[in-house]
């Protein structure tokens, strides 16, 4: 029933969407998927449009994922229990008119956290299926993977550099109702992988963007994208490991007035592995609704939080928070 209500809600807003289009395209929501099991392999979503040439964007994100998951299969075992923090400082500069480029450098912690008993008690609240998280003891930290050739066990608190990336965006197609683009960047092995702080190998994505814009009418924008990410290793020595993986997604925003902002967003990409536990075999769904703030014409803020409507392929919850400063 819940998996049939979220999905009749992102219907409605996708087919409202193609509806109406904006001037000036919105960015979506910067939403990550922070599961240690290689979730962190993919570029955030961005729009098609370029920053004015000789213009710069400086964005800071905050994010908070609470993880629980058990799974065992015949030869293998996951647990996931804690908390990972990541704070991303990316700097935006336009080359050109149609090109810019950006750099992204994240601190990740990884760490008992505290928000355990209140994800149970909200699930309780609605009625949902809480794990096993009552048979465990709250707010501990401990990630681990168990096959016949591998083993790994972290349960000391973590912090450090994350992956750092580099990435380009060139505007391949500009009108006053759709911009499209293309994107690519490489993502460096700079996070210690052992400490869940990095992938443990370079990822190379490619990707197409595109982003509908109109004016005076209701104030909706919309913006979906779609690409592909290349890992040059396997995760953590996996030999069943899907190394080209596809992502996508899609957003919608509202202009609730001059300042506000409502937006919901869907991101989905490729499995991990051909495997029988879920967050390494299954495609990953997130759902994100969030609202956004119009300080002024340099400074935007956005809230939200992202749920894991493909449960158990990304974190239970992530909160994030979004500060976006441009200038010239």
Known sequence: MRRLVVS???????????????????EPLYIQNLSPAGGMSFPAPRSAVVLEKGSNMILLNTSLANHFVIQESENERLFLDGQTTKITMEWR??????????LSIPMISQNNGFLDSEISNWHNFWGLPDGDRQYFQSDELSYSYQTPSINLDFSSPRTGVGDIAL???YLAYSSSVLKA?????????????????GVGSEQISFAAHLSGLN??????????HAGYTYSTSDWFAMKNTERLRWFSGVSLTKKISERFSALIQL???HRLAN????PLGRLAAILSLGLRYKVSDKWIFDISFSEDIKVESAPDITFNGTLRYSWK
């Open 167 to 169: 990435f380009s965006n």
């Open 93 to 102: 500069r336009s080359l050109t008119d149609k090109l810019d480029v950006s």
């Open 275 to 278: 495997n029988a536990i879920k």
């Open 181 to 197: 683009s293309f994107s690519s960047g490489i993502m460096f092995s700079s996070g210690e992988s052992d400490s869940f702080l």
């Open 215 to 224: 004016q005076n009418i209701n104030g909706f924008e919309w913006n979906l």
């Open 267 to 269: 991101d989905a990409h």
């Open 8 to 26: 009749i809600i992102f219907l409605a807003a996708v087919f409202t969407a193609v509806r109406f289009n904006d001037a000036v395209a919105e």
